[in-house]
DNA sequence: GCGCTGGCTATAGAATAGCGCAGTCAGAGG
DNA sequence: CCTCTGACTGCGCTATTCTATAGCCAGCGC
């Protein structure tokens, strides 16, 4: 296993195959638009339906359509049946767990958008239920150190 | 200070307004595309100059010309003048604390490419280079609770 | 003063994203 | 049966993304 370290060198081996083998690259196959982030915060705030993810992104109906479809086909929504008295049957959309594992990145960004695009301040918080405390995203060893920018390496996994 | 649990009620009250106060749509705002996050990878990997980032994400020239001028605009990246030994001066491209920021976005997005997205395993790995140990981003609030999507709250502040 | 290298810009084209608007379809209530 | 609501689909349009190819420019070394 090599050890790259600075981080930068990962760049001279990449030419070309770096798509294959980078993760971030595979996340952004599913996720690189700014309508599927949208659908997924309506998601994470608790949105099922379709009609509420139109409302609460302000897309059209055609872009969540589209958008719903991909997301159930690349299994981060799954669709359910559901049925409200005196209603008939319509189906909804609930996050798998893959679409849960977003959750960190998805409060990243928020996180990083309260402190660092604010011409305006934030109005939304988000807060630990428990505690009531703000919570944020942070980067973590499985040994629980924290972890800055400059304490990380990446390993190439020769296979 | 209101308090919205079940998250999903946001949703009533977005229309329209939304993306006045999410911070995610601020973050969107700059971050929306593919070629974003790659140009922003390569920073984090220690890429510098325009031909690092070119060839380290497989994009065009012109790609990378345009990103890289979108972000020094948007304060994630500043141009610097650096020489090499016998060589003119040329410009730089160094992450500001507003970059770096983005960096457990970043490993969140790579670690659930990672897990979730496996046609192929992981060929790359991020390690924390005190112990070795692979990294991952975490949901936490400022009482260094750890928490689930289930245990968040969003507040609305109300000005 | 010529070539080379790094760092761009210009142009043209294909694919995708997103919008507005209009229409469809299923089934419950009247 | 007719209407209403939620959940879509289809069309026409524009803006953006990304690619490919080509060329420009500065200045160091020869």
Request: charged share 30%; glycine share 6%.
């Amino acid at each position: 296993m090599d050890i790259i370290h600075p981080v930068g060198r990962l760049v001279e081996w990449s030419r070309g195959e770096k798509s294959e083998w980078c993760s971030l690259e595979r996340a952004l196959d599913v996720l690189a638009n700014r309508s599927t982030f949208l659908v997924l915060r309506e998601a994470f705030y608790g949105a099922r339906r379709f009609d509420a993810f139109t409302r609460g992104t302000g897309l059209t109906e055609a872009s969540v359509a589209k958008r719903v479809r991909e997301l159930v086909a690349a299994g981060l929504l799954t669709r359910q049946d559901y049925q409200e008295p005196g209603e008939r049957t319509r189906q909804e959309y609930v996050l798998t767990e893959s679409g849960r594992a977003l959750f960190p990145a998805f409060v990243a960004l928020q996180r990083w958008g309260d402190e660092f695009r604010e011409d305006r301040p934030a109005v939304v918080e988000l807060v630990h239920a428990g505690c009531g405390a703000p919570v944020d995203a942070v980067v973590r060893c499985t040994h629980a150190h924290d972890v800055t920018i400059d304490q990380v390496e990446a390993r190439l996994r020769t296979p």
